[in-house]
């Protein structure tokens, strides 16, 4: 029993690691490209749940059918947020550009519970089943893999391997992370700086919706749903690195592992003291994060 | 440039005149009292305070106008209270003043501050949230101001703990004591009615006042009275959180036979039933305590995955048939709002009725004079929309008629129906839980 118990914490530790890694590497983005805390990441997410919620109601659409589509949809808002909101404070002092922030997480916020009010919802069992193609949970001498976090996990993975190689092999990756590293030298070469602030948020947002829509699965659905993942979305990042696609990924597992385990282990009152505790040893350790550059 | 001048002068005025004649109360020329509510009516907890304050709305509306197909509920057939004013009896509305808590501690005591001297409220029901209604207590006291409470937290009707803030503060339903005894007289009498053991209990909680008190209570309960019970472990969490895997392990690390969560707010509740599934947790009985369990949205939620789960509760729509006049009271409240009224919006109603029938025995707009008539309240159970009359205990203020009579319901079909005690069961009990299925 003990030993499976272990086991278990590794399990769904990983498993749940792996979808705050893809929440969290939306921030690292826009964290990475344009040094600009989003503080209403956890929002954005949010919304995706509702999105989600909403196409199945209305159109019937599975989350694995409508998961382009909540894509497509957050793409787009992260990028009208960058026009509307973002782009006039480029230029101003750090504060106000989190107190803009700050701002749009209690808009975002609010204007979920105003329209959606605080009811908690949930995925309807055929939505969350992926119209019953996931059973319940997959029994492998003893220890437990609920389809719907492992389906998350997949999936979250290998997004997160098509945005490493999105940034990796493709002009516009390239374009980014140049802007990251040097913007006024980007500039130069030719990238179009505005343009790229513009895909960083929209590539961000839409992370963190297909983020949404994977934990809309097995996760309830509320206008305050968010904070949370904010919170854990910023340790991620800082813990692995900012900018850093598998630091965000390592640091996603960590505090996932770091959640199970010392929740069992030491208590779950304290689980959440166990993953902090981690993430200032490490940048006790190594200031720059896991994988981040000195 | 003079007639723009002319023009945007008489339209400001307009503005102007509009917004005085909002301001300027319904109920013009009528008197008024002011009664202050104080709930979570934004943030995380805002579907719970929602069914306060529709509760808290209708009771206001029974007082203010004549209902006499609920008599003998009281206030059913007055139309406002009694007050002296100037020398005579005059007829008052009651007005509700709302205060929003936000779920936060500190946001709860300033709302109390608020509603006491800027509004002028002679009364305050609040605040659901035990930690919350702990500190509106204290700045209630500061203020002059009798607050009616729901919560059940042992700890706030304790002199040793509430100090002054006692002489101000009154609790018109159960504490925690009577609730939480009433799952281990449950377990000792299905252990007998279906032939099973129960041995190991494991207990879990949220880790602030209101989850802490009641296990608290719970573990003193197995100390000293209900000896036979094994505690194989209690599993403190924090409330509101974005997974609960760690707990549900640390659970079945323990191998209860029964577990026992003495502090469920919704969100957790649906994350930890969805959790038990998903682990494959299942054990003879899932024991909830009431609080976001009975709020229409979690069963809605967690769907068959709750079947068979219990709580406790003091009211049931199942009740009905024992208490017509909670039926009627229930069919008008679901007529109004659409849900029928549970445990939460019961206790909301009663303790409004409690202050309003004080108010009106006062006949004083003065709250040391409500304080007063709040200590000599003296209401059978009758006239309740409860199974239990109300009189506080003259030290604790804690109502004394509530001994021994909290129920437990089960969750069969998407409903929580009364299973316990037997006399009051509108279901047969289902025991053990049934197993999940796929």
């Known amino acids: 029993m003990e030993g499976s118990i272990f086991l278990q914490c590794i399990i769904s530790g990983i498993l749940m690691g792996g979808v705050f890694a893809l929440i969290a590497i939306g921030l690292s983005i826009i964290w990475g490209v344009m040094e600009i805390v989003n503080f209403a990441h956890g929002d954005f997410m949010m919304i995706a749940m509702f ?110 391997i098509l945005v490493d190689q999105f940034f990796k092999r493709t002009t ?123 | 440039m003079k007639s723009i001048g002319r023009i945007l002068t008489v339209s400001i005025c307009i503005l102007t005149g509009i917004f005085l004649w909002g301001e300027i109360p319904s109920s013009y020329g009528q008197e008024i009292v002011k009664v202050g509510a104080i709930f979570p009516l934004t943030g995380a907890l805002e579907a719970t305070g929602r069914e306060l304050k529709n509760a808290v709305e209708m009771a206001t509306d029974i007082c203010n106008n004549k209902y006499p197909e609920l008599s003998p509920l009281l206030m059913a057939e007055t139309e406002g209270v009694k007050i002296k004013r100037g020398g005579k009896v005059v007829n008052a509305k009651v007005v509700i003043e709302w205060g929003n808590s936000e779920g936060k501690v500190e946001t709860g005591a300033a709302e109390v501050s608020r509603l006491a001297s800027d509004k002028g409220v002679v009364g305050i029901l609040g605040c659901w949230q035990s930690a919350v209604t702990r500190a509106a207590a204290t700045t209630a006291a500061k203020e002059g101001v009798p607050l009616l409470t729901q919560s059940v937290a042992l700890d706030l009707t304790k002199p040793e703990v509430m100090g002054e803030s006692l002489k101000w503060f009154f609790r018109p339903n159960p504490a925690a004591i009577d609730l939480v005894e009433v799952m281990f007289k449950f377990m000792d009498a299905i252990q007998e009615k279906k032939k099973d053991k129960i041995k190991n209990v494991a207990i879990f909680y949220e880790n602030t006042l209101y989850g802490k008190d009641n296990a608290k209570t719970a573990i003193s309960l197995i100390q000293e009275k209900y000896k036979h019970y094994n505690l194989v472990a209690t599993v403190p969490y924090t409330a509101k959180t974005s997974d609960v895997v760690a707990e549900v392990l640390a659970l079945k690390k323990a191998n209860p ?137 003259p030290v604790t203020h804690q109502n004394m008629r509530t001994v021994g009579l909290a129920l437990v319901g089960q969750a069969r079909g998407g409903q929580w129906r009364v299973a316990y005690p037997w006399d009051f069961a509108s279901v047969d009990v289902v025991w053990p839980t049934p197993k999940w299925e796929k």
Not at chain 2, 283 to 295: E, P, S, Y
Request: hydrophobic share 50%; net charge positive.
């Open chain 2, 257 to 393: 036979d029964v577990v026992y969560n003495v502090g469920p707010y919704i969100s957790d509740a649906i994350l930890f039933t969805k959790t038990f599934k998903e682990q494959g947790f299942m054990v003879k009985g899932f024991l909830w305590d009431d609080a976001g369990v009975v709020t229409p949205d979690y069963l809605k939620s967690v769907g068959k995955e709750a079947e068979g789960f219990f709580t406790r509760m003091i009211y049931n729509v199942d009740l009905r048939t024992k208490k017509p006049l909670i039926g009627k009271i229930d069919d008008m409240f679901k007529k109004r709002y659409g849900v029928n009224m549970d445990d939460n919006s019961a206790r909301a109603m009663l303790k409004a009725l409690v202050l309003f029938e004080a108010i009106n025995r006062a006949q004083s707009d003065k709250p040391d004079d409500i304080r007063k008539a709040l200590l000599e309240t003296d209401i059978p159970e009758a006239k309740t929309n409860m199974i239990f009359g109300v009189k506080f205990d």
């Open chain 1, 172 to 294: 516009v990756g390239m374009a980014l992370r140049a802007t990251a590293q040097n913007r006024k030298a980007s500039q130069l070469v030719g990238v179009d700086v505005d343009r790229m602030y513009e895909l960083s948020w929209g590539l961000g947002i839409l992370c963190v919706g297909i983020g949404g829509a994977l934990l809309s699965l097995f996760h309830y659905i509320h206008p305050e749903v968010g904070l949370v993942f904010t919170l854990f979305s910023f340790i991620i990042v800082t813990l692995g690195g900012f900018g850093s696609i598998w630091g965000a990924f390592a640091g996603g597992l960590i505090i996932g592992l770091a959640e199970s385990i010392g929740g069992v282990y030491i208590a779950p009152a304290y689980k959440f003291a166990v993953a902090f505790i981690i993430f200032i040893v490490v940048l006790f350790v190594r200031p720059q994060g896991l994988f981040g550059e000195g």
């Open chain 1, 51 to 160: 999105i989600t919620l909403g196409l199945f109601q209305y159109l019937g659409l599975i989350p694995i059918f409508s998961l382009p589509i909540t894509a497509a949809i957050l793409f787009g808002l992260g990028v009208v947020t960058y026009r509307l909101i973002i782009r006039p404070v480029i230029k101003a002092p750090m504060v106000a550009q989190i107190v803009v922030t700050f701002g749009l997480l209690l808009f975002i916020r609010n204007m979920g519970q105003f329209i959606f009010k605080a009811d908690f919802r949930t995925l309807p069992a055929k939505a969350a089943t992926l119209d019953g193609w996931l059973g319940g949970s997959i029994n492998v001498y003893g220890l437990m893999i609920p389809p719907p976090k492992l389906v998350a996990f997949i999936l979250s993975l290998i997004f997160i």
